[in-house]
């Protein structure tokens, strides 16, 4: 780097970003958002319609088979 260069970057007052904006990066979970938002929204749908999944887990995991919840194609639309 030139020495004009550094010399004129410590004396202006205002030090402001990069002129220039980078293109955002698409993270790990990226090709996954489709299928985020379909789960939240499944989610909040039986939430809406009464069912305490946590407690469903916690009686299936006391070992009662009948505790998990097994919707059909029809119970969702």
Same mark, same amino acid.
């Given at each position: ?30 090709? %996954?958002? $489709? !299928? ?32 998990? %919840?097994? $919707? !059909? ?5």
């Amino acid at each position: 780097m030139s020495c004009n260069t550094i010399q004129k970057y410590l004396n202006t007052e205002v030090q402001d970003g990069p002129k220039y904006r980078r293109k955002a990066n698409p993270t790990q979970l990226t090709p %996954f958002h $489709e !299928t985020l938002k379909q789960a939240r929204e499944i989610d909040a749908w039986r939430e809406e319609m009464g069912f305490d999944q946590a407690a469903l887990d916690a009686v299936a995991s006391a070992g009662f088979s009948n505790g998990t %919840f097994e $919707e !059909t194609i029809e119970e969702t639309l």
